[in-house]
């Protein structure tokens, strides 16, 4: 069992900067497909990054491409998003899942409790 644990979730103003991490309780982090998803009230669950088991290979929405990047740390066993001009759109609770095949749909075995991204304008 995989335990994913967020944080650095907060409030910023438009424009800003957050960098949120997520910690895995497990040594076979670095065998995991790693990804970032986030969800606004009303809204389905949206992908928004992935990055793969040797972080060689990473992948955005459309809509935070070039402002958000994905990194993890193996040492650590830590997933990171460095979110960058943060938009009030950007607004969400923030998830982090892994899964040993990925991709960009929520289906994603494990989850993390999401950590709350809020922008003010």
């Known amino acids: 069992q995989v335990q994913l644990v967020e944080s650095g979730g907060g409030l910023v103003q438009a424009g800003g900067s957050l960098r949120l991490s997520c910690t895995a309780s497990?040594?076979?982090?670095?065998?995991?497909?790693m990804a970032w998803f986030r969800q606004s009230p009303g809204k389905a669950r949206e992908f928004v990054a992935t990055?793969?088991?040797?972080?060689?290979?990473?992948f955005y929405a459309d809509s935070v491409k070039g402002r958000f990047t994905i990194s993890r740390d193996k040492t650590k066993n830590t997933l990171y998003l460095q979110m960058n001009s943060l938009k009030p759109e950007d607004a969400a609770i923030y998830y982090c899942?892994?899964?040993?095949?990925?991709?960009?749909?929520?289906?994603?075995?494990?989850w993390g409790q999401g950590t709350q991204v809020t922008v003010s304008s």
């Open positions: 497990e040594r076979a982090f670095s065998r995991y497909v």
């Open positions: 990055i793969n088991w040797n972080s060689r290979s990473t």
């Open positions: 899942a892994a899964d040993y095949s990925g991709g960009t749909s929520p289906m994603y075995d494990y």
